[in-house]
């Protein structure tokens, strides 16, 4: 994730979070199973990755970024 962070620096942020000492975080953002990243764009999330899959992810996070 923070090769992600770096390769795309100034387009996206990474923020982590952990679930069990923000359970009401984790809730209001719509998390059901971990790990779950959440691309967010205006306070809404915009596209959610569920599961250890790296290709998936990074896929995700090159969409996103180009889209910003």
Request: aromatic share 2%; hydrophobic share 50%; no cysteine.
């Amino acid at each position: 994730v923070e090769g992600l962070a770096s390769q795309h620096a100034g387009r996206v942020r990474v923020v982590t979070l952990d679930a069990d000492a923000a359970p009401r975080a984790a809730q209001r953002l719509g998390v059901r199973s971990l790990p779950s990243f959440l691309l967010i764009a205006d306070g809404k999330v915009q596209h959610a990755v569920t599961g250890a899959d790296a290709a998936k992810l990074r896929s995700a996070v090159a969409s996103f970024a180009a889209a910003g």
